[in-house]
């Protein structure tokens, strides 16, 4: 399997932007998440999941940050507008079937708002 | 609720000693409890997991974990470290025993000097 797949690896944008970045799980894995990473908060739990429902968004910054799973092999996390300070690695993971099963990251997109 | 604790934010160890990074949990039910390695600008990759059974867990790049229940500890060890081994660990633990959702803690930057 190719793993976890993100696109794109590197976004540069302006403040004001619409940024949309981008998953594709690994095939049969029916939980998937989102994570941000910043030197000063760490790796955060953005949003996750289970069988193309959110289960659970308490990550999600604020009302500019969105994220969909239009079905079991694709989903998005869209920020509108952007601001410098949502500048980060994003990463997205899946998981399988089985409760308690270990996350499988992607490369991750590092994002920069200028 | 579960938690993470990482003792030490920045480990520095010569090549050829001794790895220890520390990882203290809490957890309402019993754990899974998993350690991850990230190295620069990649994603995580998982090191180890414990689930249920034995407690000394083996994983790879020689790394291993033990399970212990009194102590709820999970500390992370390798024999004699290599200057590969430069990155940062990732220790979680699972947040409820029906999803896979993980409470990661804030992770140990591990140095290897020649």
């Known amino acids: 399997d190719a793993g976890v797949i993100q696109s794109p690896r590197h976004e540069v944008t302006e403040m004001g932007q619409e940024v949309t970045l981008r998953c594709k799980p690994i095939?049969?894995?029916?939980?998937l998440f989102w994570y941000r990473q910043t030197m000063m908060r760490g790796l955060e739990l953005l949003i996750y999941f289970n069988n193309n429902v959110p289960i659970d968004d308490s990550g999600m910054p604020e009302d500019r940050f969105s994220a969909k799973m239009p079905n079991a092999s694709f989903s998005t996390l869209k920020i509108q507008p952007s601001e410098p300070r949502d500048s980060a690695v994003y990463f997205c993971?899946?998981?399988?079937?089985?409760?308690?099963?270990?996350?499988?990251f992607g490369p991750g997109t590092r994002l920069t708002v200028l | 609720a579960q938690s993470v604790t990482q003792l030490g934010s920045h480990v520095s160890v010569s090549e050829g000693a001794l790895v220890l990074l520390r990882c203290n949990y809490s957890?309402?039910?019993?754990?899974?409890l998993f350690w991850y390695v990230q190295y620069p600008n990649q994603g995580l990759q998982l090191l180890l997991k414990y689930t249920t059974g034995a407690t000394l867990v083996k994983g790879i790049n020689g790394f291993e974990a033990e399970f212990k229940k009194s102590e709820t500890s999970f500390h992370l060890t390798k024999p004699s470290a290599h200057m590969s081994d430069a990155a940062e660990y990732f220790c979680a633990v699972s947040a409820d025993g029906a999803t896979n959702k993980l409470i990661f803690g804030t992770g140990t930057l591990l140095a290897v000097q020649p």
């Open positions: 993971a899946s998981s399988a079937t089985v409760a308690r099963d270990e996350q499988f």
């Open positions: 095939s049969g894995h029916n939980s």
């Open positions: 957890s309402s039910v019993p754990p899974y």
